[in-house]
Nanobody, 115 residues
């Protein structure tokens, strides 16, 4: 059974840093993984992706501040969030593109940024 377990969220002041972690339980390997977030009252959005070969992609709102890392071999994924802003407040999830399409999500981890 596949489970995605996110951790590392919490309350943080604007300008500070935070690192999220994700473990894919039951996932043998992946070609691409990503971080998604859903802010209150908004739709879930993809914010960062990384491929097995290490290519990364970011949405403009986090580019230059967030760094995605991790590896298929370790089944782990990280999101280092620097210089966080109040608009980064959201529930954060990791997932594969297929899992996101199928609507299979883990419990997520909340990040709350105060000004």
């Amino acid at each position: 059974q596949v489970r995605l377990v996110e951790s590392g969220g919490g309350s943080v002041q604007a300008g500070k840093s935070l690192q999220l972690s994700c473990i894919g339980v039951g996932i043998v390997s992946w070609e691409e993984m990503g971080w998604y977030r859903q802010a209150p009252g908004k739709r879930r959005e993809s914010i960062a992706n990384i491929t097995r070969t290490g290519d990364t992609k970011y949405v403009d709102s986090v580019k230059g501040r967030f760094t995605i890392s991790g590896g298929s071999a370790e089944n782990t994924l990280y999101l280092h969030m620097a210089n966080v802003k109040p608009e980064d407040t959201a529930e954060y999830h990791c997932n594969t593109p297929l899992g996101a399409q199928l609507g299979v999500w883990g419990q997520g981890t909340w990040v709350i940024v105060s000004s």
